[in-house]
């Protein structure tokens, strides 16, 4: 084989080459075992480039001021005054789900709010603002997968950093945000919550009282604990899955 009478090659380096391979198939197989589902199929797509996808992401329920602009292949908006969140309504109604979209946090975002603003996915969410987010950061390159309850209290189930995994100001993100019940070994009531971004899993975390949330709506945002006014951003390819067999 021409392999072993090439003079830069050695067993040492073949050892190498066969442990990251290795590591690399453990780590697609860790993935898939948390993932807590054998499979998943797309139920909606929505890539947003026509006026006609565009409308069919409207603003979710709420007095907050989201100022909305014109795009060719993204939502894109602006936080207004005295308003914490925008959230937009992905028309897909379900509570085992999955949620993708690719959201930017522009640099115009206002230098005062940028540690405290993030994107945002989120699943089983309800009229009282109840939900499972998963939020991300792009100041500090930091996540989280979160728990709000009614009222607005939230609790972190898990998150970190995430280094160069996350891009920074106006790089694009995409998120991916499941929540899947009925994982084997698990309570029938307890959901497996798993992030990722850009395409690596960043964490996964299991909720044993997942019956609190009672939404079933799905939504994109941008957010910030305080107000965010100036806050500015945009998401596109917005992509919904369920499991399977469901």
């Known amino acids: 084989m021409r392999l072993l009478t090439n003079p830069s090659f050695s067993p040492s ?8 391979l290795f ?3 453990l780590a697609s197989l860790s993935v898939a075992a948390v993932a807590g589902a054998a499979s998943s199929i797309a139920i909606y797509n929505n ?4 006026t006609e996808s565009r409308t069919e992401v409207q603003k979710y329920r709420g007095k907050g001021n989201c100022i909305r602009s014109s795009s060719e292949n ?3 908006f602006r936080i207004g005054k005295s ?5 937009y309504l992905v028309p897909v109604v379900g509570r085992d789900l999955e949620v993708t979209a690719t959201g930017r946090l522009f640099k115009s975002t206002p230098k005062a709010l940028r540690s405290r603003t993030f994107l945002a996915v ?3 969410q309800a009229k009282d603002g109840s939900r499972y987010q998963l939020a991300v950061y792009p100041s500090g390159r930091r996540w989280q997968i979160r728990k709000v309850r009614n009222g607005g209290k939230v609790e972190v189930l ?4 995430a280094g160069k995994i996350i891009g920074g100001f106006n790089a694009a993100n995409r998120m991916m945000l499941r ?3 009925g994982i084997d070994g698990r309570p029938s009531g307890s959901a497996r919550l798993v992030a990722l971004v850009n395409g690596k899993m960043l964490g996964f975390t299991d909720d044993a009282r997942s019956g609190e949330l009672k939404g079933a709506d799905t939504t994109f945002s941008i957010a910030s604990k305080k107000g965010a006014s100036g806050a500015s951003g945009s998401f596109t390819g917005i992509r919904v899955r369920m499991p399977n067999p469901y």
């Open 23 to 25: 590591a690399a198939l």
């Open 74 to 76: 993204s939502i894109k």
């Open 158 to 161: 898990t998150g970190g950093k």
């Open 13 to 20: 380096r073949a050892k190498i080459v066969l442990a990251g």
């Open 47 to 50: 890539k947003l480039t026509t």
């Open 83 to 87: 308003t914490r969140e925008c959230a």
């Open 122 to 124: 989120n699943l089983r």
């Open 179 to 181: 929540a899947y019940n």
